[in-house]
């Protein structure tokens, strides 16, 4: 039991880092609700179990190939400043009395999902972490237990999920519309910043 609980703790510090997930989070939280930033969370916790899933098949030769990591590169640089730019053109139309509920929360977890899947640094960190993760559990323990401790990884993943969508989605009612308005541009130059760091890396694969 002690293991399983380090495993979900695993997960956790894993979700923790700030990042494209969390700011997406934090902002369709805070002008959408609770099921809206969730769902966010529960897209890109997918897209980590696909690339948990290839690590453990040993797809990773295809996905460290130059032509893998530059198209990866350039489509989440496509998705993030597109989203970024989405978020902070309707940021000067936001009003507390009527934002929650107006966008389907099917975009919401198609949302993050492709910002987490078409994120490389996604692909590296699992590659490097849960890779290492399991090469580590297979020495040691059965394919059943190792298939229970993947599942606890998840579990932290999806327990961070819950946290930041109630944290993201509860400072609604603290906000007067201007703030709201300012975290919504905010949001948008952060997840624009990922997205022109993204096409920077795309470009230097390109020349190296």
Not at 56 to 80: A, N
Request: charged share 10%; with cysteine; glycine share 10%.
């Amino acid at each position: 039991m002690n293991v399983f609980i380090s495993y979900i703790l695993l997960g956790l510090s894993l979700a923790a880092p700030i990042g494209p997930i969390n700011a997406a989070q934090i902002d369709r939280g805070i002008r959408n609700g609770f099921m809206h930033s969730w769902l966010i969370g529960v897209g890109a916790v997918l897209a980590d179990g696909l690339y948990m899933l290839v690590v453990y098949i040993g797809v990773v030769k295809f996905l460290e190939t130059e032509f893998m990591q530059t198209f990866l590169w350039l489509f989440g640089c496509f998705v993030l400043i597109y989203t970024g730019a989405e978020t902070m053109m309707s940021a000067g139309k936001l009003e507390l009395s009527n934002t929650r509920g107006k966008e389907p929360l099917s975009k919401s977890f198609f949302t993050g999902f492709f910002m987490s899947i078409s994120n490389p640094l996604t692909i590296l960190f699992w590659l490097g972490i849960y890779g290492s993760v399991l090469a580590k559990t297979a020495a040691t323990y059965e394919t059943t237990q190792l298939v229970l401790y993947s599942s606890a990884i998840f579990i932290g993943l999806l327990i961070w999920d819950i946290a930041m969508a109630g944290v993201a989605s509860s400072f609604r009612k603290y906000l007067t519309t201007h703030l709201l308005v300012i975290i919504s541009l905010l949001s948008g130059v952060s997840l624009i910043g990922f997205g022109i760091y993204f096409g920077y890396q795309a470009f230097t694969t390109i020349l190296g």
